[in-house]
């Protein structure tokens, strides 16, 4: 009978549910320790352009825009030399469509892993119950067979099984937490990025450019 199956299926399956846990998490870290790594550098380098972008408008200089285009390390000096060629090049007519071309062509690689961040973060938990409910029936079912004579072994195994839930758990909430800070970050680089247009737009005005 299929519940037969199900029942040997049971039998290895919440181990397997453990071994597919252990790997999400591994992957889970990598990804957690590359994308620190990655925006850690960006963000540092987008809070020095933003104290820039700051001053230059403080001080009405919009035109120092062209200092921007010189650091070529960082993302809005990238935008900015971009800009700067865009703007004479052929004039304002376009910049806004070019500069929004520029920003979607970085962004995936700003969101690099976090979709898989997110997928591990909200499935890790499901799998883990899926695990404790196969050595849940496996449990019950050693029971069935084994009788009143069972129920410690029975006990064990169902405290086993609940290790699946609290392994996904485990590799749920940091995939989660870091999914939501990493998101905030991008979401920072490109405000950013957002200021840089603006003041790009800005300096066209100021030197006249149509």
Do not use: C, W
């Not at 200092?67 to 960082?74: G, V």
């Amino acid at each position: 009978m299929l519940s037969e199956k199900i029942f040997v299926l049971a039998r290895y399956a919440d181990q397997a549910v453990l071994l597919i846990l252990l790997v999400m998490s591994i992957l889970s870290v990598g990804m957690i320790f590359e994308r620190y790594m990655a925006l850690k550098k960006i963000s540092d380098q987008s809070l020095l352009i933003r104290q820039k972008i700051k001053a230059f408008l403080l001080s009405n200089e919009v035109l120092k825009f062209e200092e921007l285009s010189q650091d070529l390390n960082s993302i809005e000096g990238r935008a900015a030399a971009q800009s700067v060629k865009h703007l004479k090049e052929n004039g304002a007519g376009g910049f806004a469509e070019v500069f929004n071309s520029f920003v979607l062509n970085e962004k995936p690689e700003l969101e690099k892993y976090l979709a898989a961040l997110a997928t591990i973060a909200s499935n890790a938990p499901f799998i883990g119950l899926l695990g404790t409910v196969l050595g849940i029936m496996k449990a019950f079912n050693d029971l069935a067979q084994a009788g009143d004579a069972g129920q410690q072994t029975v006990m064990a195994g169902i405290s086993v099984a609940l290790v699946a839930t609290a392994a996904g758990l485990f590799v749920a909430i940091p995939a989660g937490i870091f999914y939501n800070y990493y998101t905030r970050r991008v979401r920072s680089i490109l405000t950013s990025l957002e200021s840089v247009k603006e003041l790009g737009m800005a300096y066209a005005y100021k030197k006249g450019l149509k």
